[in-house]
């Protein structure tokens, strides 16, 4: 399955399929055909969200989304072609998993070449959104 161009660009917002999310946001179907889908929710002038404006619903709701810092990177290489795209989208996304993260804000995609190669980078930063975080944390270190 081929993602336009258009769909991954800088600011877009992606979340895995399992993760719940409140009422307000919800995402679009399975576009990245592993599992991750870009936040469809749209501010009311009409826009998608961006990452500041996901952090403000989620906390209006109840809910949070760390920001992990340090800037991931993923490269495909190729023209900038969708297929292209979605492969440096995929490699990032397997990222985001290692780091046990539910959300990606895109920062850039850019082609480029190395040693004369095509290629498409893709770079974001990992999120990760969860309900009622503080709760949790009077319950960590108890004795039980």
Not at 45 to 70: N, S
Not at 76 to 102: H, M, S, W, Y
Not at 136 to 141: A, E
Request: aromatic share 6%; glycine share 12%.
């Amino acid at each position: 399955m081929s993602l336009p161009t258009d769909t991954i660009a800088s600011g877009s917002i992606f979340i895995g399929n399992r993760t719940p999310l409140p009422a307000p946001l919800r995402l679009e179907i399975d576009s990245t055909g592993r599992g991750w889908a870009r936040l469809a929710s749209t501010a009311p002038d009409g826009h998608h969200l961006d990452g500041h404006e996901l952090g403000k619903t989620l906390v209006a709701a109840g809910w949070t989304c760390y920001f992990v810092a340090g800037t991931i990177h993923a490269t495909a290489f190729g023209t900038e072609t969708p297929g292209t795209i979605q492969t440096a989208l995929k490699r990032l996304l397997k990222t985001v998993e290692l780091q046990d993260c539910n959300c990606v804000e895109i920062d850039s995609v850019v082609a480029h070449s190395n040693w004369g190669v095509p290629c498409v980078s893709v770079s974001g930063h990992s999120r990760n959104i969860q309900q009622d975080a503080a709760a949790g944390y009077g319950r960590q270190g108890s004795a039980g």
